[in-house]
């Protein structure tokens, strides 16, 4: 966690139960095995154990690209008020709001979708172009759009999304590469 400097008990406490799943996960693995002839019974057992094991892996992913969006907030702007567990993964609104160390304010949406086509899928589209607007219509010193696929960011950077947010900030959390939306 060296990357995100101060992480609070919050945090700390996603990060623990996420520790606590890769560790059920290894065991169920260390246990069970896919084996051949294909026994479908067999078999989904095995693929409902890894889900249990797992949970909700999406919101875990996440959290865990929320640590990173913190971790360059805090380098750019000394980002002290920002907990990345303090809203719940999926919750509705603004996914990050924090002020800098100077008093300006800083909001962000995180995607971390993977476009399943060029450009994203028409549902993937609607999400994103909802997320612009909302990024676009809110009042703050910055603005972000944290993406953690490299095709989500070359997408976003196209004049067919960054049209829609003049002057949001698109951050790839993996890359760290940025482009501002005009």
Not at 50 to 68: E, M, P, R, S, Y
């Amino acid at each position: 966690m060296a990357e995100t400097q101060r992480i609070t008990p919050a945090e700390e406490r996603f990060c623990q139960s996420i520790r606590a799943k890769d560790l059920t996960l290894r065991s169920f693995l260390d246990r069970e095995r896919l084996y051949d002839p294909v026994d479908a019974t067999h078999w989904l057992r095995y693929l409902l154990g890894i889900k249990h094991a797992l949970g909700n892996l999406n919101n875990d992913i996440g959290f865990v690209a929320t640590l990173l969006a913190k971790a360059y907030l805090n380098r750019r702007f000394g980002i002290a008020d920002f907990d990345a567990a303090g809203k719940a993964q999926g919750a509705s609104g603004i996914d990050i709001s924090a002020r800098a160390t100077d008093g300006r304010t800083v909001v962000g949406e995180l995607k971390t979708t993977k476009p399943y086509q060029p450009g994203f899928g028409a549902a993937q589209r609607t999400s994103i172009l909802k997320d612009l607007a909302r990024l676009a219509n809110t009042t703050a010193d910055f603005r972000f759009m944290f993406v953690i696929d490299p095709d989500a960011y070359r997408a976003l950077c196209k004049s067919n999304f960054a049209s829609k947010a003049p002057g949001v900030e698109i951050v790839d959390l993996i890359s760290g590469d940025t482009f501002i939306c005009v």
